[in-house]
């Protein structure tokens, strides 16, 4: 995701003697030129965690780019003749610019999101589409030099990401086919490393069969249930709920390892995210420390886990932090994920193994106000987690087991699935996959909405746990307490799931009873239900 250009503008002259004025514009293009691949790759070897460094070099580079995108705008003939400008290199001015629109949203290599506001991720698209549309890099399909051809296909597979992150599907088809089209291009002529981009052709395509926000027809996506959240859906307080000394969440490190076990990102507002795809022990705790160190007062840390489970052997007789399981956030081919049926000595070892993340890992960061949220079949591990220092804590934790076949298409937790998109959480669980049309979506959506608020009311009037609290202060966590009170009272009302008795579970504990019995909160799953069909799969 990060190719640098190199070999930028030829540097030929015309034999004619250059004016005072068109050497100045030509020297001025060059320096900004040399100046923003400088700036870009100090970007780019910048460490991925933390922000106080991140943000200064990012302005100072994102300035040069500006100005020099203008300065070819403004002097483009002239650049043309006495400088030998090509078209691949002002289509390379405008992919770095898409890039930066994208740090800014998002990812460098996939690993941190910045702010997650969608007009960055809007921009890029305005970038890479000009790109397309204007024909920049064509030329790369004709040009001997294999680099030429690496940087249109690096090109194509980052307008892919953005494409997919706004949802334009239909525009993705075409990207994917087009990228197809030139790895097999790129083989043919030159002999490169097909084999690397198949494996990024699979793993896009991954992603694209994993998004539970789109219900598939025969054609293609019928609709789409989107989980970016408006101003106007912000869940307010109940009333007569107070929340002594409320939270906002600062920061938020989604841990997966595997496409389809992705953590849910979108949000309606913003705070500083990491989102880390299979990474190390050591990796993992130095983005935590790093959150941890630079927490502001009165804020929360989130950790999203979702991952492969890693269970204690079954003669293990001790209880503490580390005889209990946890995830195992980084997977080779040479480390299977365990299984609680396999003997105890089959994975003794995994449960040592360096890269499994264990409750007591986590003691430490307790020392501040700390959200857990663990999708995984090992999830039952974290109950042991406490806050020896009296901080607030709050642990959201998956079923352990649930039917493969209500886990939806893409394989990836239930519970991240309802969190992220209730709709296509509910629409699993009655067994649908699509096509749904845009009316039955709008439908099911509004129907969610007033489940979560209704889920919000009755866990104020419940008198909850009061470490619950200063969590509910933040919109963020509000929503996602909310759904995860929806979906507890919709497995508990599944027949099947209700008779396999595996539940999400809190901790500290929801009042159960009370909560997720009530028949006002039973009535609006019914209703959904009844809307997909399904009216039978709940009793």
Not at 122 to 136: H, V
Not at 187 to 199: A, K, L, V
Request: hydrophobic share 40%.
């Amino acid at each position: 995701m990060s190719a640098m250009v190199s070999g930028q503008g030829t540097g030929i002259e015309t034999a004619e003697p250059m004016a005072g004025d068109e050497r100045r514009a030509v020297s001025e293009f060059t320096y900004l030129l040399d100046k923003s691949r400088q700036l870009f790759n100090g970007l780019r070897d910048l460490p991925q965690y933390g922000q106080n460094h991140w943000q200064p070099h990012f302005t100072r580079t994102f300035d040069v780019y500006t100005r020099l995108w203008k300065h070819q705008q403004q002097n483009r003939q002239l650049l043309d003749a006495r400088f030998g400008l090509k078209r691949w290199q002002i289509g390379e001015i405008a992919s770095k610019i898409g890039q930066l629109y994208y740090h800014y949203y998002g990812a460098r290599s996939a690993c941190s999101l910045r702010t997650s506001e969608t007009g960055y991720l809007n921009e890029a698209f305005s970038f890479y589409s000009a790109i397309r549309q204007r024909g920049y890099y064509n030329s790369a399909d004709t040009d001997t030099r294999p680099d030429l051809c690496v940087k249109k296909l690096r090109y194509v597979a980052r307008f892919v990401v953005v494409s997919l992150l706004l949802h334009k599907y239909h525009v993705v088809r075409d990207l994917v086919t087009e990228l197809t089209n030139e790895v097999g291009a790129y083989s043919r002529q030159h002999g490169g490393d097909e084999q690397e981009w198949r494996m990024v052709l699979q793993e896009i395509q991954a992603f694209v069969d994993a998004d539970p926000w789109q219900f598939l027809g025969e054609g293609g996506p019928i609709a789409v249930a989107t989980c970016r959240l408006a101003p106007s859906e912000a869940l307010a307080l109940p009333h007569g709920l107070l929340v002594p000394t409320p939270l906002a969440l600062a920061d938020a490190i989604l841990v997966g390892n595997c496409a389809e076990q992705e953590p849910p990102e979108r949000r309606r507002e913003n705070p500083h995210k990491y989102l880390l795809y299979k990474p190390t022990f050591s990796q993992l705790y130095t983005f935590v420390a790093t959150a941890f160190r630079e927490l502001p007062p009165d804020s929360a840390l989130l950790l999203y886990l979702s991952a492969s489970g890693v269970f204690p052997p079954s003669d293990c007789k001790e209880r503490g932090p580390y005889e209990q399981g946890g995830v195992m956030t980084y997977t080779r081919r040479d480390i299977a994920a365990p299984d609680p049926a396999t003997p105890a000595a089959a994975h003794t070892s995994l449960l040592r193994h360096i890269h499994c993340l264990h409750p007591g890992d986590l003691l430490p960061f307790t020392r501040k106000p700390l959200v857990v949220v663990v999708d995984s079949p090992s999830s039952s591990a974290y109950k042991g987690v406490y806050s020896p220092f009296g901080v607030p804590l709050l642990c959201l934790l998956s079923p352990t087991s649930c039917p493969k076949h209500l886990t939806g298409s893409g394989g990836g937790g239930l519970l991240t699935l309802f969190l992220a998109c209730p709709v296509a959480g509910i629409a699993c669980l009655c067994g649908i996959g699509g096509p749904l049309s845009a009316s039955l979506v709008a439908t099911c959506c509004e129907r969610v909405q007033q489940g979560e608020v209704e889920a919000l009311a009755l866990l104020g009037a419940s008198q909850p746990e009061p470490s619950w609290l200063p969590f509910l202060g933040d919109v963020f966590i509000r929503r996602l307490v909310a759904r995860f009170i929806l979906m507890s009272c919709a497995m508990r009302a599944h027949r099947q799931l209700r008779a396999l008795g595996s539940f999400p579970e809190s901790w500290p504990p929801l009042p159960t009873e009370d909560l997720l019995s009530n028949p006002r909160l039973l009535a609006l799953v019914r209703e959904l239900a009844t809307s997909l069909d399904a009216r039978p799969a709940f009793v």
